[in-house]
């Protein structure tokens, strides 16, 4: 009997970790590149990965409070994960502008690895305006919006109950 009890709560916590993955993120390995932040000025996250990066991974991490205001494609799962290589570059290349500005908290978040190795951790923002929140840069938006959506509607969800990134 004790054995069913058990076997029942293993399966109880392994589905709840289906459903909702644990995360951790190292994200004090990340240092940004030396980049003026100016209020205006184009950036793109290709300028965050070190040049002839391989194994670059890019993860979109929903809050469950987000899942209420995702763009429609954007599918509603705990992890998305970009594999594809070109829409990584895709991603990467991707237009931006410094804001100035600071929105007050983002509880979803992109992140960006290469060799392994965390290069670029921002809070996302899917309501009014697309953008992301990074205590290095503050708030910056896309130039291209639509195109953002539509890159990030094409991640696909991440089946593992754990997902360690640093």
């Given amino acids: 009997m004790l054995k069913k009890l058990l076997l029942f709560f293993a399966l109880i916590v392994l589905g709840y970790l289906y459903i909702q993955p644990l995360v951790f993120v190292d994200d004090t390995k990340a240092e940004l590149p030396n980049f003026e932040f100016k209020k205006g000025?184009?950036?793109?996250?290709?300028?965050?990965?070190?040049?002839?990066?391989?194994r670059i991974k890019a993860y979109l991490i929903i809050d469950n409070d987000d899942f209420s205001t995702l763009?429609?494609?954007?599918?509603?799962?705990r992890i998305l994960r970009a594999k594809d290589e070109a829409?990584?570059?895709q991603l990467l290349d991707l237009k931006m502008t410094f804001t100035?500005?600071?929105i007050a908290t983002t509880s979803s978040r992109l992140?960006?690895?290469?060799n392994g190795n965390l290069v670029y951790e921002a809070g996302v923002s899917f309501d009014y305006r697309p953008?992301?929140?990074?205590?290095?840069?503050?708030?910056?938006?896309?130039k291209d919006e639509a195109r953002f959506i539509?890159?990030?509607?094409?991640?696909?969800?991440?089946?593992?109950?754990?997902?360690?990134?640093?």
Wanted: proline share 8%; net charge positive.
């Fill in 111 to 114: 992140v960006i690895c290469a």
């Fill in 71 to 77: 763009p429609t494609g954007i599918k509603p799962y």
């Fill in 150 to 166: 539509k890159i990030c509607s094409q991640f696909k969800r991440h089946f593992s109950p754990l997902l360690m990134l640093n």
């Fill in 41 to 54: 000025r184009s950036f793109s996250l290709r300028q965050f990965v070190p040049p002839k990066s391989d």
């Fill in 131 to 142: 953008g992301l929140q990074n205590s290095s840069h503050g708030w910056a938006t896309f």
């Fill in 100 to 102: 100035g500005a600071d």
């Fill in 87 to 89: 829409l990584i570059q």
